[in-house]
């Protein structure tokens, strides 16, 4: 296998973007991320998005997309693993430019949620449709039945979950990108409306359209092209059961820690080596189990340690989250993993603004779907 | 909800049709193919137990549009005595007295209606006991 470097990016802003489509959205991302790269062509590009048909009726994105970026007649796949899908694009690029299929080719994801189509419904299809979802269970209700499970097993508080979103908040108010860049307090979370107990509007991601894309490339590529050694350091994956029943814990994640494992073995560093992480924060309680699940803290004390300020962007040790996560940032499922992907390699050419974590070397993306029966984890080194 | 496939769920969703690894003695609800222990593919039909305890739940404020009429609704993880775990709604509980290791047993209840002419779709629901 090659080494693999990102060598550009390019993202829409997320958030309610009623004047422009789903292919306005990803076009867009797409000629950003070409024009960072400064690429005069791609060998292929994917497309991971979660629920284009429920949400907009539209299917076969590879092909709309290539058509409507102009590349036809390159290679275009779309890529599906719900709220993973942006990772699992990403790792598709990895794979296709590391086999040395390719040398140049664009990892995007975009959703478009805010046609009107039932958002919840769509959502759900990414559980077992006929021994959950059959039942009334939603997201947030899967998502809450892990936070009382970790509440009654560990002694995590409320105050701890809301601690999430207040941090998320505080970070993403300093990204331009974000749909909410505005901080919030620990009373509004705790008094948000209530969605499925314990959980609260505010420690839930938004309903977002977005989109996101970056360029991968051979080392030769990136050499000719003078960009600064963006490596992918490790590329992992794992699924675990569907239902979120048929668990042996509810309160850890196992594809995380497998997909953790492997991640760290190809990168050949431990979780202490990792100078910042984006965390799939879909609600409050998955950001304190995955920041566990990673190794980064132990099991059962991620709550105390968002409360005690170990993953804040301002002196944390642990900084988690830099870009707002999903929470903040905006949660437009497809393109959530690529945005993920962005605000490491961001921070690790300095590019941060201020959000910028000082001496960043080694940053990790975490991506999941559905209640975690896909991981997705990709670890990128400045050299 | 097609007819056709609300119909293939029946056998689970009305008596609790399972199907038990002759191999390694894993259950699962709903039978299946594949044995996810060990890759077995010989099963025996079994039914399984009615009671058992709540692992986990929560109360379901905001719902799909075919279940918001009944909110709060109470949903659950519940591990029945042969070591099954399924998710069901608790019936009949004032939602605040809920706790994690409650005793239940599964009764067959409407889950939902679907659309304002179509069939009507049943299924186990837990009861506190
Ligand atoms: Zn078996």
């Known amino acids: 296998m090659r080494d693999v470097f990102v060598i550009g990016a390019g993202m829409t802003k997320f958030g309610e973007l009623w004047e422009k489509s789903i292919k306005d959205i990803f076009v867009e991302a797409g000629l950003k991320a070409i024009e960072d790269a400064g690429v005069g062509y791609i060998d292929s590009l994917y497309v991971g998005a979660m629920s284009s048909g429920l949400f907009v009726g539209q299917e076969h994105l590879g092909a709309v997309m290539a058509d409507y970026l102009g590349v036809n007649p390159v290679p275009a796949t779309r890529v599906e693993s719900a709220c993973a899908s942006g990772g699992v694009s990403f790792r598709q690029a990895y794979l296709e430019v590391a086999s040395g299929a390719s040398d140049i080719v664009l990892a995007g994801g975009v959703e478009k949620m805010t046609d009107g189509a039932d958002v919840t419904d769509a959502l759900a299809t990414a559980a077992d449709q006929e021994y959950e979802v059959y039942h009334g269970v939603t997201f947030p209700g899967l998502y809450a039945m ?8 560990y002694g995590t508080t409320r105050q701890q979950l809301a601690a999430v979103a207040v941090k998320n908040h505080r970070n993403g108010a300093k990204n331009p990108n974000a749909q909410f860049r505005f901080e919030v307090t620990l009373e509004q979370v705790l008094n948000s409306t209530r969605v499925a107990d314990p959980l609260g509007l505010l420690d839930c991601s938004p309903v977002s359209d977005g989109g996101a894309a970056v360029i991968l ?143 960043a070397r080694i940053g990790m993306a975490q991506n999941m779907g559905g209640s975690g029966a896909s991981c997705v984890i990709h670890i990128l080194e400045v050299k | ?118 069939i009507l779709c049943y299924g186990y629901k837990a009861v506190v006991i």
């Open chain 1, 217 to 359: 490339v051979s080392a030769e590529v990136a050499r000719n092209l003078k960009k600064p050694l963006i490596r992918v350091i490790a590329s992992s994956q794992a699924s675990d059961t569907i239902a979120l029943h048929s668990r042996p814990s509810f309160t850890t994640i196992g594809s995380v820690v497998k997909a953790a494992e492997k991640a760290y073995k190809m990168a050949g560093i431990k979780p202490t080596d990792v100078n910042l992480c984006e965390v799939h924060d879909c609600f409050t309680i998955a950001e304190i189990v995955v920041s566990e699940d990673l190794g980064f803290f132990e099991k059962g004390k991620g709550g105390e340690a968002v409360e005690k300020g170990l993953t804040a962007l301002e002196g944390g040790k642990m900084p988690i989250n830099t870009s707002g996560g999903l929470k903040s940032k905006g949660h437009p499922v497809g393109a959530t993993g690529i945005a993920q992907i962005i605000e490491v390699y961001e921070q690790l050419s300095g590019k941060a603004g201020a959000r910028q974590v000082k001496n």
């Open chain 2, 1 to 118: 909800m097609i007819t056709a496939r609300y119909h293939r769920e029946v056998p689970q969703r009305f008596r609790l049709e399972a199907n038990k690894c002759v191999s390694c003695g894993h259950i699962n609800f709903p039978p299946r193919l594949v044995c996810p222990k060990c890759k077995g593919q010989k099963f025996d039909n079994v039914v399984l137990k009615d009671e058992g305890k709540l692992l986990t739940y929560t109360i379901l404020r905001v719902a799909a549009d075919r279940f918001s009429k009944e909110t709060p609704i109470a949903v659950g993880i519940v591990e029945l005595e042969d070591g099954v775990k399924i998710t069901t709604q608790i019936a009949d509980v004032d939602v605040d007295t809920l706790q994690i290791g409650q005793k239940v047993k599964l009764v067959l209840r409407k889950i939902q209606e679907d659309g304002k002419a179509g």
């Open chain 1, 146 to 153: 892990i936070a009382k499970a970790h509440m009654h097993q």
